[in-house]
C-alpha cells in the first residue's frame, strides 16, 4: 500500500482497518491531561483485555460462591483449567495442543527446559547465546553450566553481530554452529530479539543445529502474539515465553511452555518433577510412583494459579476474536510499516532504526536510536525519551542509546502512528 504523510490519510486508514473496533475491547490508560496515551509498550507490558478482567471477577467469584468445589463446579473447573489455554497457545506458536502448557514463570521454565534438554559431556558441553542476551537468559544459562560442575568460560559460547552492524546475521549463527556444533549441547536463542527487535530464522538455526546434533531451544518473550510461528513442523525441542507483553495477560502472570511431541515419550530425560506432571487419571491416588503424563504437561510441577490462567484465557479469548495470529500479523506489517515510512520520510537525519529492514526479520517493535552529532550531550537520546513521554507516548528506554516503540494491532492505531512521529519530531527539534 502506498503510505502518505498526513493525519487524514491515517485516519482513513483506520477507518478501513477491519480490526480497530478489537481496540475498544482493551482498556486504554489516560495521560495527564485525561487523554488517551499513545500506549507503544505492548512489548513489555500489553493493556488489559476487558475479558481478562471479566473471567478474573468470574473466578473470584467461583471461589467466593464454591470454595474446594471450584476445582470442579462450573463451565471451566480449576482441575483442568491450564487445558483451556492449549488451544489458544498451540495457535500463537505453531504446536499441536499436546505441547504448549502454561505453568511458571519464563525464567523458571528456562530452568526446568535446560534440567531436560541441556546435559553436557565431556566433549558436547556448550550453549549457544547471544552475547548480549537478555540478563536474565544469561544467567540461567551461566548458572545451569555451574550446576553442571563446569566453567562458563569454556562452556558458553557467545554470538554477536558483526563490527559496526547492530543486527546478528542469521548466516553468522549457522556458520558457527557448523564449525563448533560438535560441541555445543544446546543452541538456546530467542526468537525476537528484546533489544533490536530483530526475528531470527528459528526454521534454519533448528535445522543446523540439529543436523549437528544439538537441542534447539528458544526464548519467545518478544516473539509469543507478536509474529507466527511453526514450532512443530521446525521441530523446535523446547520454547518458552512470558504472557504479559504481546499477549495481554497482566503483570508477571504465569508463563507458556512448548516441548516437541518427539520428547513426550523418551524415559531417560532428565526432569524435575512435582505432582501436577504425574499422569492424570492416577495423579490423586497419591502413590509415590511417578508416571509422568505424555505431553508437556508432564513438566508441570504445581497445580496452577487459576486467577492468573483466567486472564490468560481472556486475552487468547480477544486474539481468537480478533481472527487470530496471522490476522493481526497482517495489521502488524502495516503499522510498523507505516511508522518505518515516516520516520524515514521525516526524521532519517536524526533517527536511525536498527531493526531490520526486511519485513520476515522484524515484528511489530521498532528500536530508534537517537543519532548524536558533534556538540551533542551523550543523554541526548534519553531526554528526548522524557520530552515524548510528556506528551503522552509510552515506549520504553533501554540503555544504552534505544527507544523501543512497538504499534501493536490490538490496540494500536494507524493516527496512534502518526501522532507519535509527530510527537517525536517536536521533542527531537527541541533538543538541539
Ligand atoms: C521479558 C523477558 C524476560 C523476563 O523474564 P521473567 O522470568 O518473566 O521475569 C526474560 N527473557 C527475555 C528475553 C525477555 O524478553
Given at each position: 500500500m ?83 489455554l ?5 495457535n ?22 535446560m534440567?531436560s ?53 542469521d ?33 534454519s ?29 521446525w ?98 506489517i502495516?503499522l ?19 531493526t ?42 533501554r ?34
Amino acid at each position: 500500500m502506498p503510505f502518505q504523510d498526513s493525519f487524514e490519510f491515517a485516519k482513513k486508514i483506520d477507518s478501513e482497518d477491519p480490526i480497530a473496533h478489537i481496540r475498544n475491547e482493551f482498556s486504554i490508560p489516560k495521560d495527564h491531561n485525561g487523554n488517551e496515551e499513545i500506549y507503544l509498550c505492548g512489548n513489555s507490558l500489553g493493556l488489559q483485555p476487558k475479558l481478562a478482567a471479566k473471567y478474573v471477577k468470574h473466578e473470584l467469584n467461583q471461589w467466593a460462591e464454591l470454595g474446594v468445589k471450584g476445582h470442579f463446579s462450573g463451565d471451566f473447573p480449576w482441575m483442568p483449567y491450564h487445558e483451556f489455554l492449549a488451544d489458544g497457545f498451540a495457535n500463537i506458536v505453531g504446536a499441536k495442543k499436546s505441547e504448549v502448557v502454561s505453568m511458571n514463570t519464563l525464567t523458571a521454565n528456562l530452568h526446568f527446559m535446560m534440567v531436560s534438554f541441556y546435559q553436557p559431556t565431556e566433549t558436547r558441553h556448550k550453549i549457544l547465546i547471544e552475547e548480549h542476551a537478555f540478563p536474565s537468559d544469561h544467567y540461567a544459562v551461566e548458572s545451569q553450566i555451574r550446576f553442571h560442575g563446569l566453567d562458563p568460560k569454556e562452556s558458553m559460547l557467545f554470538i554477536s553481530p558483526r563490527e559496526d552492524e547492530d543486527d546478528i546475521r542469521d548466516e553468522d549463527i549457522i556458520s558457527l554452529i557448523k564449525q563448533q556444533g560438535d560441541s555445543i549441547a544446546l543452541v538456546m536463542l530467542p526468537g525476537v530479539q528484546y533489544y533490536t527487535g530483530q526475528v531470527f530464522d528459528m526454521q534454519s538455526i533448528t535445522e543446523a543445529a540439529h543436523d549437528k546434533g544439538c537441542n534447539v531451544g528458544f526464548d519467545l518473550a518478544h516473539a509469543a502474539g507478536n509474529i507466527p510461528m511453526q514450532l512443530h513442523d521446525w521441530n523446535v525441542d523446547f520454547a518458552c515465553w512470558c504472557t504479559y507483553k504481546y499477549l495481554n495477560s497482566g503483570p508477571g502472570s504465569v508463563a507458556g511452555c512448548f516441548v516437541h511431541s518427539n520428547h513426550h515419550r523418551s524415559e531417560d530425560l532428565p526432569r524435575f518433577a512435582g505432582w501436577w506432571g504425574h499422569d492424570k487419571m492416577s495423579r490423586f491416588k497419591m502413590e509415590n510412583n511417578f508416571k509422568p503424563m505424555k505431553s508437556a504437561e508432564a513438566w508441570q510441577l504445581s497445580n496452577p494459579p487459576v486467577l492468573s490462567l483466567a486472564a490468560i484465557r481472556g486475552s487468547l479469548d480477544t486474539i481468537k476474536n480478533a481472527g487470530g495470529i496471522e490476522v493481526l500479523r497482517e495489521k502488524a506489517i502495516k503499522l510498523s510499516g507505516y511508522m518505518r515510512y515516516l520516520l524515514d520520510k521525516k526524521l532519517s537525519d536524526d533517527v536511525a532504526i536498527i531493526t531490520p529492514t526486511e519485513t520476515n526479520r522484524s515484528g511489530s517493535q521498532l528500536s530508534l536510536a537517537i543519532k548524536l552529532k558533534a556538540g551533542d550531550s551523550s543523554d541526548r537520546g534519553k531526554l528526548v525519551f522524557d520530552e515524548i513521554e510528556k506528551q503522552g507516548v509510552i515506549g520504553d528506554w533501554r540503555h544504552p542509546n534505544v527507544i523501543r516503540v512497538a504499534p501493536v494491532p490490538m490496540y494500536n492505531s494507524f493516527t496512534d502512528v502518526f501522532r507519535f512521529v509527530e510527537i517525536l519530531r517536536h521533542a527531537i527539534e527541541e533538543s538541539r
